[in-house]
């Protein structure tokens, strides 16, 4: 059972667009969300994250949302870099809880 | 955020032999945990890892294969045991003040094992 979800394996932008990323979550229990980037061979890097008590949350060129009626929350990269290129994480967890729980990840390129 | 240094980075094992892998803290950290990344897969907690006691496993993930040890709040080992193909995999420790609402989780850089 796959609890946190990126039903998207990749994704490709142009260097300066938006990119947008989507998690979604089944686990009703989830009221902490965190985004991670990955590159290759090394282990993810802490990007964004945000409470359930917020439905946005901004850190320079990264903004998380959160809707929780839909159990949906997305990462915005405004504007893309051909540095962002890289494999971001979406993971979930709750209060009390010991762990952390990932979605598949997406790929994202971004193309000059 | 606590700098985290893992060992070896990468191996190629044999088939039926064990491997441990280190895991060091620069400062005292609450909890750690150890994850794997199978091949285009998530990433999946193994267990958390207990200073002073036993360490506490997820489902799926039993002691006799990846025994944990945690002597104390800086270090922490992960033996993958009886290694198969199928544990070749990245491990990664990862450490916070615990997991919940408001707690950031941070990753060691990883411990990239093939099993031939």
């Known amino acids: 059972d796959q609890q946190v979800k990126q039903n998207s394996p990749s994704l490709s932008v142009q260097e300066g667009r938006i990119s947008i990323l989507n998690c979604d979550y089944t686990n009703s229990m989830f009221d902490y969300f965190l985004w991670y980037k990955k590159y290759p061979a090394e282990g993810p890097t802490f990007l964004i994250s945000i409470s359930s008590i917020k439905d946005k949350n901004e850190d320079g060129r990264f903004t998380v949302f959160l809707n929780k009626s839909a159990k949906h929350l997305s990462l915005h990269i405004v504007p893309s870099q051909p540095g962002d290129s890289a494999v971001y994480f979406c993971a979930a967890t709750w209060k009390g809880a010991q762990k952390l729980v990932f979605g598949q990840g997406t790929r994202l390129t971004i193309n000059p | 955020s606590a700098v985290i240094s893992q060992k070896p980075s990468r191996d190629i094992c044999q088939r039926g032999t064990s491997l441990t892998i280190q895991c060091q803290v620069d400062?005292?950290?609450?909890?750690m945990f150890w994850y794997r990344q199978q091949p285009g897969q998530s990433l999946t907690l193994i267990a958390t890892?207990?200073?002073?006691?036993?360490?506490?496993?997820e489902s799926g993930f039993v002691i006799d294969k990846f025994p944990i040890s945690r002597p104390n709040l800086t270090f922490s080992t992960l033996t993958v045991s009886n290694m198969s193909p199928e544990d070749s995999s990245i491990y990664l420790c990862?450490?916070?003040?615990?997991?919940?609402?408001?707690?950031?989780?941070?990753f060691g850089e990883g411990s990239w094992l093939t099993v031939v």
């Open positions: 990862s450490v916070g003040p615990g997991a919940g609402p408001g707690n950031t989780i941070y």
């Open positions: 400062s005292q950290v609450t909890m």
């Open positions: 890892a207990n200073q002073g006691s036993e360490a506490t496993y």
